[in-house]
């Protein structure tokens, strides 16, 4: 994990609170936490992993997006360095996914991500 993947995580935070006006006092009493323990994440001084239930909280006070909100995942678990959080359950769970992504680590191009995900968003159309 790098200081700069925490900035960009921090960075990302703080731009989305700062859009809707929140100040970080206000956001940790939202969050229950200290204004300064959630002001360590905006400046990337604090230590990752947060926790999913924290991010969820976090994407409900802000109000995000399902695209932010998957932004939000995405920069957690790249801040310390591991899958995105709202993934990790899943990857632990399904055994055969993880064999998939351990050949796919070795193989899988970027074009065949594509077709994967394709397939998997047709058949999710079709239920």
Not at 21 to 28: F, K, N, S, V, W
Not at 88 to 116: C, F, H, Q, S
């Amino acid at each position: 994990m790098s200081m700069d993947d925490k900035k960009i995580f921090g960075a990302f935070l703080k731009e989305k609170r700062k859009e809707r006006m929140i100040t970080t006092r206000a956001m940790g009493e939202a969050l229950d936490v200290g204004h300064g323990y959630y002001s360590d994440f905006e400046s990337g001084y604090r230590s990752i992993p947060i926790e999913l239930e924290l991010l969820d909280k976090i994407k409900t006070v802000l109000n995000l997006s399902e695209k932010d909100t998957l932004m939000l995942y995405d920069l957690a678990g790249k801040a310390r360095d591991a899958a995105p959080p709202d993934l990790t359950g899943y990857i632990n769970n399904t055994p055969k996914a993880r064999v998939a992504l351990r050949v796919a680590k070795e193989t899988a191009t970027d074009e065949d991500w594509d077709y994967i995900t394709k397939y998997l968003e047709n058949k999710k159309e079709e239920k």
